[in-house]
T-cell receptor, first 115, second 113 residues
Framework: AQSVTQLDSHVSVSEGTPVLLRCNYS??????LFWYVQHPNKGLQLLLK??????LVKGINGFEAEFKKSETSFHLTKPSAHMSDAAEYFC?????????????FGTGTRLTVIP | DGGITQSPKYLFRKEGQNVTLSCEQN?????MYWYRQDPGQGLRLIYY???????QKGDIAEGYSVSREKKESFPLTVTSAQKNPTAFYLC????????????FGPGTRLTVT
């Protein structure tokens, strides 16, 4: 069964410092993994995705994530936080085994950026 | 300008009333989805549709109903049977259910009092 654990419900960083949002997954299959970002009262926007190609995935707005199968992790990083990065971030694993492309969402990590 | 639209952005209803949330997409996607978002719980799948005139229950379908009469439209009805309907509802679509990437609408916040 697929599941996702986001290890921190809230992360706070100073502007210009690195961002690390942690995600561990459980999957019976070769997973597809995603990070989505959600700004307040908005829909979700795809940041990046891993679909069994390169293990280091680059996304939009300077974010990247590394798929580590041995650690079942897919942590999201950014070298330097910007005020506009403040949002909720969701780590997601995809299950296509049922033919339904169900996405399994983590509970989210709220990123606060301090000026 | 392609995308997914949801209307209205905010919706208020009295308890016991059915309410329908709109979702329209012009991306020519076959698959569409409805999720419910509650604080601290991520997103949970309510219903999904792989093709016109077909839809399947997700994890929390009780108290909800959907229709898929047109490819572009996937309305969600929150019925009076839904015990706790106040939530943020998100619609999404993908090229097909075999496609990994889903595109999300801006959401509708439903408040039932």
């Amino acid at each position: 069964a697929q599941s996702v654990t986001q290890l921190d419900s809230h992360v706070s960083v100073s502007e210009g410092t690195p961002v690390l949002l942690r995600c561990n997954y459980s999957s019976s299959y070769s997973p597809s993994l995603f990070w989505y970002v959600q700004h307040p009262n908005k829909g979700l926007q795809l940041l990046l995705k891993y679909t069994s190609a390169a293990t280091l995935v680059k996304g939009i707005n300077g974010f990247e994530a590394e798929f580590k199968k041995s650690e079942t992790s897919f942590h999201l990083t950014k070298p330097s936080a910007h005020m506009s990065d403040a949002a909720e971030y969701f780590c997601v694993v995809s299950d296509v085994s049922t033919g339904a492309n169900n996405l399994f969402f983590g509970t989210g990590t709220r990123l606060t950026v301090i000026p | 300008d392609g995308g997914i639209t949801q209307s209205p952005k905010y919706l208020f209803r009295k308890e016991g009333q059915n309410v329908t949330l709109s979702c329209e997409q012009n991306l020519n996607h076959d698959a569409m989805y409805w999720y419910r978002q509650d604080p601290g719980q991520g997103l949970r799948l309510i219903y999904y549709s792989q093709i016109v005139n077909d839809f399947q229950k997700g994890d929390i379908a009780e108290g909800y109903s959907v229709s898929r009469e047109k490819k572009e439209s996937f309305p969600l009805t929150v019925t009076s049977a839904q015990k706790n309907p106040t939530a943020f509802y998100l619609c999404a679509s993908s090229i097909a259910t075999s496609s990994y990437e889903q595109y999300f609408g801006p959401g509708t916040r439903l408040t039932v009092t």
